[in-house]
């Protein structure tokens, strides 16, 4: 079981990893952000765009509505200012979603179908730690293109972040 506090810890600490991700992406020189390269979704860009894509899509299902998507990431993505102010907007939807929520809460289950059609049940709590788990692991991906810039990643490690922001609850 994923408890209350545990969930408060990870929103915060996604919406924590992603202004870091977003912050080193917009440093880079111009057009490296978006140029081509080996890699799933092409750029990084276009890869965070499929982390904010798959957050909008379990807001949906958190939400109990339909989600509007029929692939896990759009054609193309927005330019990088227009995509970080809107996963600014989504992280602070789940900070706040789970602010309130109580352990039984966060324990509840949520039916959902995947973009795929299949069915599936998850807890809340089990929702937020895919959530934060499915953007940590894309993230690596773009950290791992910034060394074909070259560049050096931000460290965006859940104990840098306990470190630099603990926790008073």
């Given at each position: ?26 440093a ?26 798959i ?28 995509l ?15 602010g ?37 692991y ?32």
């Open positions: 079981m994923i408890t209350a506090r545990t969930a408060r810890m990870l929103a915060r600490y996604n919406a924590w990893a992603n202004r870091l991700i977003f912050d080193a992406v917009a880079l020189p111009p057009g490296e952000a978006t140029r081509e390269r080996k890699s799933l979704f092409k750029n990084m860009v276009h890869t965070l765009n499929h982390n904010y894509v957050d909008r899509i379990w807001q949906a299902h958190l939400e109990g509505r339909e989600h509007g998507y029929a692939a896990r990431n759009t054609p193309d993505h927005p330019p990088l200012a227009e970080w102010r809107a996963q600014q907007e989504m992280d602070r939807w789940y900070v706040a979603w789970s309130p929520l109580s352990d039984a809460a966060m324990d509840g289950k949520v039916n959902f179908t995947l973009i795929g059609g299949n069915r599936g049940v998850m807890t809340r709590g089990e929702i937020l730690l895919h959530v934060v788990n499915h953007t940590s894309h993230r690596g991906f773009v950290a791992d293109l910034f060394y074909q810039v070259p560049a050096r990643p931000p460290t965006t490690d859940l104990p840098v972040f306990l470190r630099e922001n603990p926790v008073n609850e």
